[in-house]
């Protein structure tokens, strides 16, 4: 469905970032998503679990970034989006 209709990025949230949050990305970046996770919308049964997930995810899967870093990326995305056409061509 996701490609269907073009998607293919994806930002992971959610808890258990050691098991289920992992899966997931492991899983979308093996039918070839662009896979960013969220660090901090997420969380592990433990600290040491979380970051060592983190760790492996942006080693192997994709990238690893903070919510600060995504509403910045879509701030600049939506200032590039509404500037009048000349504006953006000029």
């Given at each position: 469905?996701?490609k269907?209709?073009?998607?293919?990025?994806?930002l992971?949230?959610?808890?258990?970032?050691?098991?289920?949050?992992?899966?997931?990305?492991?899983?979308?970046?093996?039918?070839?998503?662009?896979?960013?996770?969220?660090?901090?919308?997420?969380?592990?049964?433990?600290?040491?679990?979380h970051?060592?997930?983190l760790?492996?995810?942006e080693?192997?899967?994709?990238?690893?970034?903070?919510?600060?870093?995504?509403?910045?990326?879509?701030?600049?995305?939506?200032?590039?989006?509404?500037?009048?056409?000349?504006?953006?061509?000029?």
């Open positions: 469905m996701l269907r209709h073009g998607i293919r990025s994806l992971l949230a959610g808890v258990a970032t050691d098991t289920c949050v992992e899966a997931t990305g492991r899983d979308a970046y093996f039918i070839d998503y662009y896979v960013t996770l969220v660090a901090d919308c997420c969380a592990g049964a433990g600290e040491r679990d970051r060592v997930a760790e492996r995810f080693r192997d899967y994709g990238t690893v970034v903070n919510s600060a870093d995504v509403i910045q990326a879509w701030q600049r995305s939506d200032a590039l989006t509404t500037r009048p056409l000349a504006a953006r061509t000029g």
